[in-house]
């Protein structure tokens, strides 16, 4: 298993923490966000296949942002596969 550690930008959450195992999402840690919000995305995408979250969560706004806490972790399990592949 992978531990991935990932900035957010333009999101009330400041940090992501990702731990992977193969291609399978284990567990996922917001730091700061909607605490009701991003540990529901987490328990939604616990285990579930890289590909298959980011397909599904990629491109999500919240309100007038063009990004969203839901965008911020596909582009962090974008940036592990990059750094993974």
């Known amino acids: 298993m992978k531990h991935y ?7 009330c959450s400041r940090m992501i923490d990702l731990d992977i195992d193969g291609d399978t999402v284990v567990k996922v840690t917001f730091t ?18 890289i590909d298959e979250a980011i ?13 969203s806490c839901p965008d911020q972790l596909a582009l962090a399990l ?3 596969k990059a750094e993974n592949a």
Do not use: W
């Open 5 to 11: 550690a990932y900035k957010t930008a333009g999101v």
């Open 32 to 49: 700061g966000g909607c605490p009701g919000n991003t540990q529901g995305v987490a328990a939604l995408v616990a285990g579930m296949n």
């Open 55 to 67: 397909s599904r969560i990629e491109g999500i706004h919240c309100g007038p942002r063009p990004t």
């Open 78 to 80: 974008k940036a592990y």
